[in-house]
């Protein structure tokens, strides 16, 4: 081997080491460098299903901006209460609020009540109503059949059921009344409320000192028995409207010291007042308060003051083998030779509206006043007067004379003051039905005789008798009443005026208009004849034409 040999093996050798260093180098770089080429493609892997599931499921799609209107969830559906009286106790706030509400006032022009149409001229829709009727029913007494249907038992269910609440809607649109009818009761309660004198009673002569507004009313004139018979008046027009001292409603203070008022006037004897005018008039409002609440505090006070009703009721002479023969009542004691119509009427409506509280008492007195009103009826029409069918007329006696049978139908020298209106409401409330020769041709002679045509032949109590009567009467002869009558009402209502807004003028110069107890008395007669329609159902002429 030559020295060049020698010499060039050990360089191949450092060339053979160096390369061996250089390849192992190179692998252990071409090792990290496939690291780093795996870990950047699995990061951009990674990387993009992130962005994916961001762009598809985090992140919402993105969508043109437009203009959304966001609607209120549909309200829940309330269930109506079912209509119950309840003596619990209201807060005082809600309290106060009621009571507030009763002073602003507010015309019924948007009633929603199926009005028929009774009239020649209907104002159900007129959007300015021109204003803001009591019924009886008949039957006999004693029995549970047709006289149930207007309610012999107290509470809402009973007699009273048709005055407040969906009854008192449908029942004004069912018989003929109006959203001006419904609005002048409400003008008048409202002017009744802020004419209460402070002890709860209604003055016929200081009640202008009660109202704030100016002008001022003018006062009315005293007379015996005023205050009491007023203050039942008024309480009688709460009631019919639903209005009561223990449900709470607008007018519950207004009624509850209203009542106290009467108890308060009440002796120890049950008497309100002194005659047997007065006396059943309140007597009828704390009977119709009792029998609308039950409540206890009214019981003996009226269980009193029925008593009293029977006390003085007059004796039949002519009946030998009857413990209790009673026929009607005067002014004060009983009289047979003097049965007066007026007072009579009261007297009787007190007894009924008594039954209907549950006062059983009371069917006795009912029984004489049949026999009253029966024997009296023939004798004021006796002879040629007696009408032959039930188109022709009868009238009935101011008073009569159970001795002699004799009838006095004029009073002083008032030539037409017959009874035929108190005769009629007598009828209806003693059992005589549709059809009936004495209901139908007393009613004519209401129809022929007493129907108002304008204001100065506006007698307002015999409006009053004779709205309640003709009610009762049905069919065609109501419809021509209410279509006269209703409106005449309503119009004649006094509107604005502060003091005399929602009251009723009177003039005892002109046909009795109000009495010689004033703008009270006659605010009183008018509501009672637009409550009509709901004050008590009417049976005796449904479905009845004449």
């Given at each position: 081997?030559?020295?060049?040999?020698?010499?060039?093996?050990?360089?191949?050798?450092?060339?053979?080491?160096?390369?061996?260093?250089?390849?192992?180098?190179?692998?252990?770089?071409?090792?990290?460098?496939?690291?780093?080429?795996?870990?950047?493609?699995?990061?951009?892997?990674?990387?993009?299903?992130?962005?994916?599931?961001?762009?598809?499921?985090?992140?919402?799609?993105?969508?043109?901006?437009?203009?959304?209107?966001?609607?209120?969830?549909?309200?829940?559906?309330?269930?109506?209460?079912?209509?119950?009286?309840?003596?619990?106790?209201?807060?005082?706030?809600?309290?106060?609020?009621?009571?507030?509400?009763?002073?602003?006032?507010?015309?019924?022009?948007?009633?929603?009540?199926?009005?028929?149409?009774?009239?020649?001229?209907?104002?159900?829709?007129?959007?300015?109503?021109?204003?803001?009727?009591?019924?009886?029913?008949?039957?006999?007494?004693?029995?549970?059949?047709?006289?149930?249907?207007?309610?012999?038992?107290?509470?809402?269910?009973?007699?009273?059921?048709?005055?407040?609440?969906?009854?008192?809607?449908?029942?004004?649109?069912?018989?003929?009344?109006?959203?001006?009818?419904?609005?002048?009761?409400?003008?008048?309660?409202?002017?009744?409320?802020?004419?209460?004198?402070?002890?709860?009673?209604?003055?016929?002569?200081?009640?202008?000192?009660?109202?704030?507004?100016?002008?001022?009313?003018?006062?009315?004139?005293?007379?015996?028995?005023?205050?009491?018979?007023?203050?039942?008046?008024?309480?009688?027009?709460?009631?019919?409207?639903?209005?009561?001292?223990?449900?709470?409603?607008?007018?519950?203070?207004?009624?509850?010291?209203?009542?106290?008022?009467?108890?308060?006037?009440?002796?120890?004897?049950?008497v309100f007042g002194k005659r047997n005018y007065e006396h059943p008039i309140a007597a009828m409002a704390v009977v119709e308060a009792y029998g609308m609440t039950q409540d206890p505090d009214l019981k003996d006070p009226s269980q009193k003051a029925i008593k009293v009703i029977l006390d003085r009721q007059a004796k039949d002479p002519k009946a030998a083998d009857s413990?209790?023969?009673?026929?009607?009542?005067?002014?004060?004691?009983?009289?047979?030779?003097?049965?007066?119509?007026?007072?009579?009427?009261?007297?009787?409506?007190?007894?009924?509206?008594?039954?209907?509280?549950?006062?059983?008492?009371?069917?006795?007195?009912?029984?004489?006043?049949?026999?009253?009103?029966?024997?009296?009826?023939?004798?004021?029409?006796?002879?040629?007067?007696?009408?032959?069918?039930?188109?022709?007329?009868?009238?009935?006696?101011?008073?009569?004379?159970?001795?002699?049978?004799?009838?006095?139908?004029?009073?002083?020298?008032?030539?037409?003051?017959?009874?035929?209106?108190?005769?009629?409401?007598?009828?209806?409330?003693?059992?005589?039905?549709?059809?009936?020769?004495?209901?139908?041709?007393?009613?004519?002679?209401?129809?022929?005789?007493?129907?108002?045509?304008?204001?100065?032949?506006?007698?307002?109590?015999?409006?009053?008798?004779?709205?309640?009567?003709?009610?009762?009467?049905?069919?065609?002869?109501?419809?021509?009443?209410?279509?006269?009558?209703?409106?005449?009402?309503?119009?004649?209502?006094?509107?604005?005026?502060?003091c005399f807004d929602g009251s009723w003028d009177w003039d005892k110069g002109v046909k009795w208009h109000g009495s010689e107890a004033g703008r009270v008395l006659s605010t009183c007669y008018a509501i009672l004849n637009l409550e009509v329609y709901y004050r008590y159902d009417q049976v005796t002429g449904k479905g009845k034409k004449h």
């Amino acid at each position: 081997m030559s020295q060049d040999q020698v010499d060039q093996e050990p360089q191949d050798e450092q060339l053979d080491e160096e390369q061996a260093v250089q390849e192992e180098e190179g692998g252990q770089n071409r090792g990290w460098l496939g690291w780093l080429l795996s870990g950047t493609i699995h990061a951009a892997i990674l990387a993009f299903f992130a962005y994916y599931v961001w762009q598809t499921i985090a992140a919402p799609e993105e969508t043109p901006p437009v203009r959304i209107a966001t609607l209120p969830p549909p309200p829940k559906e309330i269930e109506k209460p079912k209509e119950q009286r309840t003596l619990e106790k209201p807060t005082e706030n809600t309290l106060e609020n009621l009571e507030n509400q009763a002073d602003v006032p507010n015309p019924v022009t948007t009633l929603d009540l199926p009005v028929d149409n009774t009239s020649s001229e209907d104002e159900s829709d007129n959007p300015d109503p021109k204003g803001r009727e009591e019924a009886v029913a008949n039957s006999e007494m004693g029995g549970m059949g047709a006289f149930m249907a207007i309610g012999a038992g107290g509470g809402s269910a009973g007699m009273y059921g048709k005055r407040s609440g969906g009854g008192r809607k449908r029942a004004v649109g069912q018989h003929g009344g109006s959203k001006g009818s419904e609005s002048a009761v409400e003008a008048g309660l409202r002017w009744l409320k802020k004419h209460q004198s402070p002890d709860g009673s209604w003055d016929p002569v200081a009640y202008p000192n009660n109202c704030q507004d100016n002008p001022k009313c003018e006062p009315g004139e005293n007379a015996a028995g005023a205050k009491e018979a007023l203050t039942g008046y008024a309480l009688l027009c709460f009631l019919g409207a639903g209005y009561d001292h223990k449900v709470q409603n607008p007018y519950k203070a207004t009624v509850k010291k209203g009542i106290e008022a009467l108890l308060a006037m009440q002796d120890n004897n049950g008497v309100f007042g002194k005659r047997n005018y007065e006396h059943p008039i309140a007597a009828m409002a704390v009977v119709e308060a009792y029998g609308m609440t039950q409540d206890p505090d009214l019981k003996d006070p009226s269980q009193k003051a029925i008593k009293v009703i029977l006390d003085r009721q007059a004796k039949d002479p002519k009946a030998a083998d009857s413990a209790y023969a009673g026929l009607g009542w005067d002014y004060t004691a009983p009289k047979p030779d003097r049965n007066d119509a007026s007072v009579s009427g009261w007297n009787v409506m007190c007894l009924k509206s008594a039954v209907g509280a549950g006062f059983g008492e009371a069917k006795a007195g009912m029984d004489g006043a049949k026999k009253y009103l029966d024997r009296a009826w023939k004798d004021c029409n006796a002879g040629d007067k007696m009408p032959k069918d039930v188109y022709g007329t009868s009238t009935f006696p101011y008073t009569w004379d159970a001795v002699t049978g004799a009838c006095k139908v004029e009073y002083g020298s008032n030539k037409e003051h017959d009874m035929a209106a108190v005769g009629m409401v007598l009828a209806v409330f003693l059992g005589h039905d549709a059809g009936d020769l004495m209901l139908e041709t007393m009613a004519n002679h209401a129809m022929k005789y007493q129907k108002p045509t304008g204001w100065a032949d506006y007698n307002s109590y015999y409006t009053y008798y004779n709205t309640l009567g003709m009610f009762q009467v049905g069919g065609d002869k109501w419809k021509t009443w209410n279509g006269a009558v209703r409106d005449f009402v309503v119009g004649a209502q006094r509107k604005g005026d502060g003091c005399f807004d929602g009251s009723w003028d009177w003039d005892k110069g002109v046909k009795w208009h109000g009495s010689e107890a004033g703008r009270v008395l006659s605010t009183c007669y008018a509501i009672l004849n637009l409550e009509v329609y709901y004050r008590y159902d009417q049976v005796t002429g449904k479905g009845k034409k004449h």
